[in-house]
């Protein structure tokens, strides 16, 4: 069975720019969160989705958005990047919304210059 | 959700039972316990979670005290490959509650 995916593996921009970076869920999963890992830092929640709709935030700006998709796969946007969003941007699923076990993909590494 | 304190760092020799404090003094009656461990450059996997009732599986045992203000992992031969950060959580599970990892603790497995 396939496991959670992400693309791309490194993503470098430049401040001012928008990064995209995309999640698919394990097949059947329904559910999909996206977590912040700056560096020294723990990980931070960031969004979770479940049946295309978003059902809860972390605490982060309007600058970082996301969307589902009908097949369950996943978009984190980020848009108007700083340098402090340079950070490891991990994706989990989940075949509930329960959270009582989520399984993480490798993540996207975001570099902002 | 509830926070948590975690020491930074343990060290264990091979071989010998890891065990992981966490404190959640602040924990809600319907707020679960959980634990995920992060190897390096690899994402979060879970390792168990649990209300009150002391739990047990293929990886490792959840103890939580009976005012269930704190709660230790334990690891009960840990190896080189259990060297990693682990992060307690504790959130209220089927619902829309916002959740945080904190820190964690690395472990440290040594010969």
């Known amino acids: 069975e396939a496991g959670v995916t992400q693309s791309p593996t490194h993503l470098i921009k430049t401040r001012g720019q928008q990064a995209t970076l995309r999640c698919s869920p394990i097949s059947g999963h329904t559910s999909v969160y996206w977590y912040q890992q700056a560096l020294g830092l723990g990980l931070q929640f960031l969004l979770w989705y479940d049946e295309g709709e978003e059902r809860n935030r972390g605490n982060f700006p309007p600058r970082f958005s996301g969307r589902q998709f009908p097949n369950y796969s996943s978009e984190l946007n980020v848009n108007a990047l700083e340098l402090e969003d340079s950070a490891l941007y991990l994706c989990?699923?989940?075949?509930?919304?329960?959270?009582?076990?989520?399984?993480f993909g490798p993540g996207t590494r975001l570099t902002v210059l | 959700d509830a926070k948590t304190t975690q020491p930074p760092s343990m060290d264990c020799a091979e071989g010998r039972a890891a065990n992981l404090p966490c404190n959640h003094s602040t924990i809600s009656g319907n707020e679960y316990v959980y634990w995920y461990r992060q190897i390096h450059s690899q994402g979060p996997q879970y390792i168990i979670h649990?209300?009150?009732n002391n739990e047990t599986n293929e990886m490792a045992s959840l103890i939580i005290t009976e005012d269930r203000k704190s709660s230790t992992l334990i690891l009960p031969h840990a190896t080189l490959r259990d060297t990693a950060v682990y992060y307690c959580?504790?959130?209220?599970?089927?619902?829309?509650?916002?959740?945080?990892f904190g820190t964690g603790t690395r472990l440290q497995v040594t010969l």
């Open positions: 989990a699923s989940s075949s509930t919304g329960t959270w009582d076990e989520q399984f």
């Open positions: 649990g209300l009150k």
């Open positions: 959580i504790v959130r209220v599970t089927g619902t829309a509650s916002k959740l945080t």
